[in-house]
């Protein structure tokens, strides 16, 4: 075991830099947002009836943040594909954006050849690589991630950059405008709270880190804001710390979940529950008359909450709180967080 408080073999069991690229999430985010919301050639020719963001991994949890952003006021369909198919509605006045931080992503290759068959207009959004090729074979828009993300799973700053700078451009939607540089200040005074050389007890990180110790973390989000950090936290967890994860999101979860904390299953696990501004009151109440119930099963829980005034701010906030502390957890047990042995065991397979 290392001690979370011992900066020095902290960095030197993370070779790879994780953690510091998961702390550069506010310098990602403006250069990412400002490259590409300068962009003038980005907007559509005719009006959009429908957005459909394209992605997997780390990729589409940018797209599952974007989208929770922008849904509220969108006044068309706006959907994230994780996967390989299309929507049958997506057709030419469909915009959409595919996203792959290396650019060589199948599934996301995939959906951008299908878009392009059916005539829709497209952005890709990538490094390089493939993605990047089959856009300039079309002759077709591309715009470039930065690429400083050490790696993908680490670049959620510039995918979400970029993106929401890609939305803004199309004047679809405004999303970061007003709100980037409160979101970039909120982030950059939380990865200080959270870095290797700050202690304990002021690192919220570390103590979600230690608080989960050998349980299989649970992650709940809510109806909105919430709803994809659940799903980022499982990943972040499975990924980065190597051990089982599971995720839920109010109010669907207190239909089916909740029958199955019964008496001694819940000291197994261990409950985070991520909480945003934009949190709707009857969901508050859902939420705690929730939480009474499965305290009989043994489950503790423990709140993270959103910092910042921007919905922006509040989403990254959290999501980097479970990046850094799922990094966190690999590291005190002696385990480098970076490899990814079973991906790429997979991958070598369908090779």
């Known amino acids: 075991m290392i001690s979370l408080d011992d900066e020095q073999a902290l960095r030197a069991a993370d070779p790879s830099g994780l953690l510091d690229g998961f702390l550069s999430i506010p310098d990602q985010l403006a250069d990412a947002y400002g490259t590409a919301a300068a962009r003038r050639d980005l907007a559509p020719d005719a009006a959009v009836e429908g957005v459909v963001l394209c992605g997997m991994g780390g990729s589409a949890a940018a797209a599952d943040v974007v989208a929770a952003l922008i849904r509220p006021a969108a006044t068309v369909p706006v959907v994230v ?61 591309f715009v470039t991630l930065p690429g400083t993300a050490s790696m993908p799973r680490a670049g959620l700053g ?20 007003g709100h980037l540089g409160e979101a970039v200040e909120t982030l950059r005074r939380t990865a200080a709270e959270l870095a290797p050389g700050a202690a304990s007890e002021r690192n919220e990180a570390k103590d979600v880190a230690s ?24 990943a972040a967890f499975n990924e980065n710390a190597k051990v089982p994860a599971m995720a839920s999101v109010l109010p669907e979860l207190g239909h089916h979940e909740v029958v199955g904390w019964t008496a001694a299953w819940g ?23 929730t939480l009474d119930v499965v305290s009989d099963a043994g489950l503790e829980h423990r709140e993270v909450r959103g910092r910042g005034a921007s919905r922006l701010a509040q989403v990254l906030s959290v999501a980097l709180i479970g990046d850094v502390a799922s990094a966190y957890h690999a590291l005190m047990r002696g385990i480098d967080p970076t490899p990814i042995e079973a991906i790429d065991r997979i991958k070598d397979r369908l090779r």
Request: proline fraction near 5%.
């Open 158 to 177: 510039e995918l979400t950059g970029a993106l929401l700078g890609v939305i803004g451009a199309t004047g679809i939607d405004r999303p970061g405008e």
């Open 267 to 289: 000291r197994r696990f261990a409950l985070v529950v991520l909480r945003a501004s934009d949190e709707q009151p009857s969901l508050s109440r859902r939420l705690e008359a």
């Open 81 to 141: 594909v994780r996967g390989t198919t299309l929507p049958a509605w997506a057709a030419g006045r469909t915009l959409v954006v595919c996203v792959s931080y290396s650019g060589n992503t199948d599934e996301t290759l995939t959906c951008y050849a299908e878009a392009r068959r059916r005539g829709c207009p497209t952005i890709a959004v990538a490094t390089g690589g493939s993605l990047r090729a089959a856009a300039e074979r079309a002759s077709a828009l």
């Open 211 to 234: 608080w989960v110790g050998d349980r299989i973390p649970v992650a709940w989000g809510s109806e909105g804001l919430t709803e994809p950090l659940a799903v980022r936290w499982k």
